[in-house]
């Protein structure tokens, strides 16, 4: 058990540094909208995170099988990912009361946080793939046991989580350095990111399948 543990710790550390839409809008959440705000959203992520797990626990090959057949998939979650990207960028600026009173009122939205993360995490296609690829690829370490598949997961989930912890209250120092017209940039820079993430992830959806054998797995977007 505690080999188990001592090998995930990385694997979680290494998780919450994955660059993809995520990770950016993560950090977007914690300089516009403070601390609670981004530790919701990042509740949402880890929630579809567990969601995606035990989907590929039990499905495995099958699944990976299914996936590689169906490459519409990634064109779908890539083609949301962009459009969400491409809304935040075009998005026109507001006024600075209407910030201030954007701001309070996402605060208190902490159930739309929360669904805003699943959601993120949800529709990237990705993840589900990556999540394969960690299981079929420890599976054999961890002999298939599935209390040893919960020790390694919750331990890789939960340093994923305190890292992601570290990150918000880096983030959040920022905040007292940005303008109105910052803010803006930040937002733009993000619109475009999750257009880039998105159009990676179409792509793949046109890559031929041995793209998706368990070997490219983790390179997948996250």
Do not use: H
Request: aromatic share 14%; glycine share 8%.
């Amino acid at each position: 058990m505690i080999d188990d543990i001592q090998a995930a710790i990385p694997l979680g550390f290494f998780l919450s540094f994955m660059i993809g839409p995520v990770f950016f809008v993560l950090i977007e959440t914690s300089v516009t909208k403070g601390f609670r705000a981004a530790v919701v959203f990042d509740l949402g992520v880890i929630i579809a995170d567990v969601f995606f797990i035990a989907l590929a626990y039990f499905s495995s090959f099958q699944l990976l099988e299914n996936l590689s057949n169906q490459p519409g998939l990634f064109v779908f979650g890539g083609m949301i990912i962009t459009v969400y990207g491409i809304i935040i960028f075009l998005k026109k600026p507001k006024k600075a009361s209407q910030q201030e009173n954007e701001y309070i009122s996402d605060k208190k939205n902490y159930l739309g946080m929360f669904i805003k993360g699943f959601l993120i995490n949800f529709i990237n296609i990705g993840v589900l793939v990556f999540w394969l690829g960690i299981i079929i690829i420890t599976g054999p370490t961890l002999e298939n046991n599935l209390n040893r598949f919960v020790v390694f997961f919750s331990t890789m989930i939960g340093v994923y989580f305190f890292t992601d912890l570290v990150k918000i209250l880096l983030a959040k120092q920022l905040k007292k350095k940005l303008t109105p017209t910052r803010i803006v940039k930040v937002k733009k820079i993000l619109g475009f990111i999750l257009v880039i993430c998105g159009l990676v992830l179409i792509i793949k959806g046109f890559l031929p399948k041995d793209q998706l054998n368990p070997q490219n797995l983790i390179e997948d977007i996250r």
